[in-house]
């Protein structure tokens, strides 16, 4: 969770495009200096966190395959190179590349831990670790006497799953393939069945026949004079306050962080308004209030 005042800054190095393009480029990262997370652009490749290349220009890509950093780049041409996680097509729209690069922040911090036990020995403690491994065939050798049957430990029963969203069907409406992945992912571990769309005219036309309990989407949805999150949270409302008995919670899922964004979002109707990078304790706090059926035990998590 972000810490008040505290802006998490990422480097960024752009491979490639024309001069104008690099100019734009590096113009609108200045603007956006104070958002979070912020990006700082670096003209060193091998020193960046994430890479933004020109996927028209053979050299842009080969530079980015010899770092073998496919997976940390956002791709803009006609076509991305296979394993790039980051495509966006011409003509750049910086905007949209910005919130290429959160999603990219997100599947990182979100990335699996590499095993490290070795890493916080001393070289002493890997020494005999080393010399322990060279003993292994005659410790193996050695004859051990069977515990009996009455004393080998009874494996303790398993911590009830919890429940969470109970398997109901909530529907998550998020263009950017990689984010909406990432949320599906998430909603699926705390309980929920997800129905995907990747932009707000198919969500209506989908809601147009059939009605969820809860509603997950982000604000910025396709290019301009698409429908965006905050239209689509307001005919949610709309239909809701026309229809007896019919609430459809909507939660913001989303990279804008400024306080006019969350009045906006708040003046929408939305029940919650969530950012990127999405933590799960919060993510599970926040179910927990807009949620009634929502059930979860954090205790029975940990002992999972």
Known sequence: MSVPGFVDTYTVAIEGFSAFERQSLASFFRLAARR?????????????DFLIADADQPASVAVVRRGQRVEDTVFVGAHAPVGAAAWLPRPIDPMHVMRALDDLVELRLNAPEPPSAMMDLD??????????????????????????AEALPVPAAAAPRPRGGGGREVLLVEDSPIARQFLKQRLQHL????????SGEAALELLSRRTFEMVFLDVVLGPPGSVDGLQLCQR?????????????????????????????????????????????????????????????????????
């Open 123 to 148: 070289p002493m403690e890997i020494d005999t670790l080393r010399g322990g491994l060279d003993d292994l065939p005659q410790r193996r050798a050695a004859p051990q006497e069977e515990a009996p």
């Open 236 to 304: 949610l409302k709309q239909r809701g306050a026309q229809r007896a008995g019919l609430r459809t919670v909507v939660v913001m899922v989303t990279g804008l962080d400024g306080a006019t964004d969350r009045v906006r979002g708040s003046l929408a109707g939305c029940d919650a308004y969530l950012t990127k990078p999405l933590h799960e304790t919060e993510f599970i706090a926040t179910l927990l209030q807009v949620d009634p059926k929502f059930e979860w035990d954090a205790a029975a998590t940990a002992a999972a």
């Open 36 to 48: 979070q997370p912020a990006f700082r652009q670096v003209d060193e490749s091998g020193l960046a």
């Open 191 to 198: 309980g929920y069945r997800v129905v995907e769309c990747a």
